[in-house]
């Protein structure tokens, strides 16, 4: 668990807020704006743009001489790095301040600063202010955060100061406050219909083959409410995979006697508290043997002391007792056969079961959302990447995860929002591989540039990808709550992990030590 439960989101988890010109564009109304994406200010701006164009009458495009020579031959790349341009529908080229007036009048919420904005004195004052920020803010944007694909990345890189990326980064996200506070908002109200469609709730799916226990407990109530992220036991053809923590076993016992399942075995896809808390228990009840890896059952005997957050939401889980079973290649189901997969990356032992004739993924909690932020200590995301790779081998058409979430296009998957996410799986999963790979090339360029950990951790989030900032009150309240258990200073370590220890902190200490 403890990735950021933002696996709905339907955008591409790279998704920034450049777009690609598009020839139909100019013919259909459309007003194209070209802002530096290498600037922290005028991506922010950008990002207010997006949030009050509803009805998407503009385009944002960040200038590359690619970009400019297919919007418009008039454009040059010097002026247009200098101040924001701005092509109308009808041809016209509006510079600086008149084309954030001319923007300004498209929304009825800043229409009078827009229609007052072109008009003698305002449009004095405004062209004075623009060209005052608009000087100053290329001294500023110095920015490291992967955006710098425009006019000299090198040359700015090589001038950069420290003192300069952090104004930048600051500022980029103060401009942003308020639109980090209101996606703050409106996901944990989403976040909390979801928890209330979910309560201790079943939900049966093929012809009643694949059925997901919600569990629900006072204290674990606290995740999906502040994070999102479910808690499950899914029953598949017989087979129970990873039945919660001691602290939802009442739920689980209570699903039990309304379910009356039919249990032959029992697996664990990895040891996180939340999977395994309850392996022995349900052995008892159901006399299913427990079926785990070797190097799962080691970390159960015994299982570490957790830290004393997680023991108090989560609860701790007591040893794995004799008599369990060790996992081979494959698991009988009723009907069938599950493939183990190794997938290690989100811990070391993590294993997922693949039904090939149904083309299904139990993916525990190797898939996690194509986008996170907030790892475990134990995440290796290099590891992750391939066990990934070798997930993108197999034919999937359902996907299912450990915290609640399925990916799915197919008809006989019923509509669950919040639940059911209509997406490929496979594209689900390329995304998040595409993701991996784009942070380890940051992180790694990062590393060799020998930049504190702190700046690092900084330019894998950018501000100009969307979810940079909409996820940045949630990922801190994580950190916050975890005590820095889970924060996006793990997904860097992530990275630098040799291949079976932690990066130790003092490693971040002396790294800081340089800045
Ligand atoms: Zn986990």
Partial sequence: MWQTGLTCMPDHPLAEIAEKPDEKQSANGIYRVLYDGQCEICQACVSWLKALDREKRTVCLAISADVLASVDSRLRMEDCLRQLHVVTPEGEIHVGWDAVANLARLFRSTWLIGTLGIRVPFRNVGRLLYGFVARNRYSLSK????????????????????????????????????????????????????????????????????????????????????????????????????????????????????????????????????????????????????????????????????????????????????????????????????????????CDDHIGLYDPKEKLLLAGDAFMGSYFATPNPDVDSRKWIESLERLMELDIEILVEGHGHIHTLRADISDFPGVVVRENPKVALSQKLDYLRWLREQIAAGFQEQLPVRVIEASCFPWGNRTSWESCATDECIRMLSLGHFSRTELVRSFVRTNSEALPTVYEVRLSGRE
């Avoid at 602290?247 to 006697?257: E, T």
């Avoid at 664990?268 to 392996?279: D, K, Y």
């Avoid at 299913?288 to 299982?303: D, N, S």
Wanted: aromatic share 10%.
């Fill in 143 to 346: 920015c490291r955060g992967g955006a710098c694909s425009v006019a000299k990345p090198n040359e700015v890189r090589r001038q950069a100061r420290l003192g300069a990326f952090w104004s930048c980064y600051t500022l980029g996200f103060f401009i942003r406050l308020p639109l980090v506070m209101w996606s703050g908002i409106t996901s944990a109200a989403q976040r909390m219909r979801i928890f209330v469609r979910t309560y201790h709730y079943r939900l049966d799916l093929l012809d009643g083959k694949l059925t997901i226990l919600f569990l629900n407990g006072m204290l674990p109530n606290t995740v999906p409410l502040l994070f999102g992220e479910l808690f499950t036991t899914v029953i598949y053809d017989g087979v129970a995979v990873d039945p919660g923590s001691p602290k939802m076993r009442s739920s689980l016992s209570r699903h039990l006697r309304r379910l009356k399942p039919k249990i032959t075995k029992i697996v664990a896809t990895h040891a996180h508290e939340e999977h395994v808390g309850n392996l022995n228990w349900l052995s008892e009840v159901s006399g299913a043997p427990v079926y785990v890896t070797e190097l799962t059952a080691r970390f159960l005997t015994p299982f570490k002391k957790l830290p004393w957050v997680r023991a108090m939401i989560i609860g701790q889980p007591p040893d794995l007792k004799q008599p369990y079973q060790l996992l081979g290649e494959r698991v009988d189901t009723q009907s069938g056969q599950l493939r183990v997969i190794p997938t290690p990356g989100h």
